[in-house]
């Protein structure tokens, strides 16, 4: 109890009273905890540098009764870059939000530290809509919703479904409530199922058995990506009932291009 260390990244930072902060923060150790950092607006704080926005910072924190408070701090990698573009501020504030509105207070999940870090590197030369891509489906593995893309989820048809249907010249279907492929044998007969693109269910099987910074290096035509994003918006709408609120910074992106 009382004093404890974290290894952390800054999901969200908002102001609060005169010169404090309330952050977000996931941490590797204790998964995501809200915090309190005082002072940190005034420009003599030393602690100001360490939880900058999507910082990978190092803290010391005091176990308060309601919030935790920051009383030390050491940034090891700052990711102010992310400021400079739009679009990659975009990805990782999308990013962010996504770990923050489907994690637990005290809950570590590891493996979903490393993704996070790894898709903010990544964005230090990898496309934002691709990243975003890629973090999505990771992210949906990690937390136990791993869209189905081997199998048919009605009849478990096993084998290469899209890979079939392309070279008979079907299109493939996908059903959101089902999570996952739809067989042409069973689509007519199961509600809800919409046709995807074999290169599109190729591509989101690619980006769940590929590590981040390998996978966006993936050439995909931008029709491609769109659906990909289309279909993963309803996924994660239905599945995990989240509405980012960044997915309308993406669609003024997108319309702005
Ligand atoms: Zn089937």
Redesign the pocket.
Do not use: I, L, M
């Given at each position: 109890m009382g004093i404890y260390k974290a290894e952390a990244v800054v999901l969200r930072s908002r102001v609060y009273g005169e010169a404090d902060r309330i952050l977000s923060l996931f941490t590797k150790e204790w998964g995501k905890i809200v915090a309190i950092a005082k002072g940190v607006r005034k420009p003599t704080s030393r602690l100001r540098g360490a939880v900058q926005l999507f910082s990978h910072t190092h803290l010391v924190l005091y176990r308060g009764k309601s919030l935790d408070t920051v009383t030390q701090g050491e940034a090891s990698e700052d990711f102010a870059f992310l400021q400079d573009d739009l679009a990659h501020l975009t990805a990782a504030s999308y990013c962010a939000e996504l770990v923050e509105r489907l994690t637990l207070e005290n809950q570590p999940i590891p493996r979903l530290f490393r993704l996070l870090l790894t898709a903010l590197r990544t964005l230090r030369w990898g496309d934002p809509a691709l990243v975003a891509r890629v973090f999505e489906m990771q992210l949906l593995a990690i937390l136990g919703y791993r869209p189905r893309l081997e199998d048919?989820v009605?009849?478990?048809?096993k084998g290469r479904i899209m890979v079939s249907d392309n070279r008979e010249g079907h299109p493939s279907w996908f059903s959101i409530e089902r999570g996952g492929v739809?067989?042409p044998?069973?689509a007519p007969v199961t509600e809800g199922v919409r046709a995807v693109s074999p290169a599109a269910l190729e591509a989101m099987a690619y980006f769940l058995r590929t590590p981040l910074d390998r996978a966006v290096r993936v050439k995909l035509a931008r029709g491609c990506s769109v659906e990909i994003a289309s279909l993963l918006r309803s996924f994660l709408a239905y599945h995990s009932e989240v509405k980012p609120r960044t997915w309308e910074f993406f669609d003024d992106l997108h319309n702005a291009t």
């Open positions: 048919c009605v009849c478990g048809r739809v067989c044998a069973c």
